[in-house]
């Protein structure tokens, strides 16, 4: 409803990926807050896509903004606890990701550019034994 009051919409793009053993809550959580990032991200009308996709030996899920990207100097900060580039942010979320995605030995990685940034978390898949 944040999204349409502010002329943004959110797509999913979801390929066919194995089932991965995770936890629901967390994962809901890790969405939540990279998805309300990224809405913070666009100043005005945009786009956000969520996809899903097998990369070689893991199952990625993507959330690109159409937002002005992030600066180099900040990119190196993200993460860190208590830094934030919102008014009223805690710098708790991309902390709660990070321990989210290492609970479930998964990675984050962010690509950024002027027509907007993603954020990739790459799930490993189980080789079974």
Excluded at 96 to 124: D, Q, Y
Aim: contains cysteine.
């Amino acid at each position: 409803a944040k999204a349409i009051s502010m002329d943004q919409y959110i797509r999913a793009e979801l390929d066919d990926v194995p089932n991965l053993l995770l936890d629901e809550r967390e994962i809901r959580q890790l969405l939540l807050n990279l998805v309300n990032n990224a809405l913070e991200a666009m100043c005005s009308s945009g786009e956000i896509v969520i996809k899903t996709f097998l990369e070689k030996e893991n199952v990625v899920l993507a959330i690109k903004d159409q937002g002005q990207g992030i600066k180099r100097e900040i990119l190196d900060k993200l993460g860190k606890p208590f830094f934030t580039t919102k008014e009223q942010g805690t710098g708790l979320g991309l902390v709660v990701c990070n321990r989210i995605a290492l609970r479930h030995k998964a990675e984050i990685s962010i690509v950024t550019a002027a027509s907007g940034t993603t954020f990739c978390v790459r799930f490993p898949i189980p080789v079974d034994k």
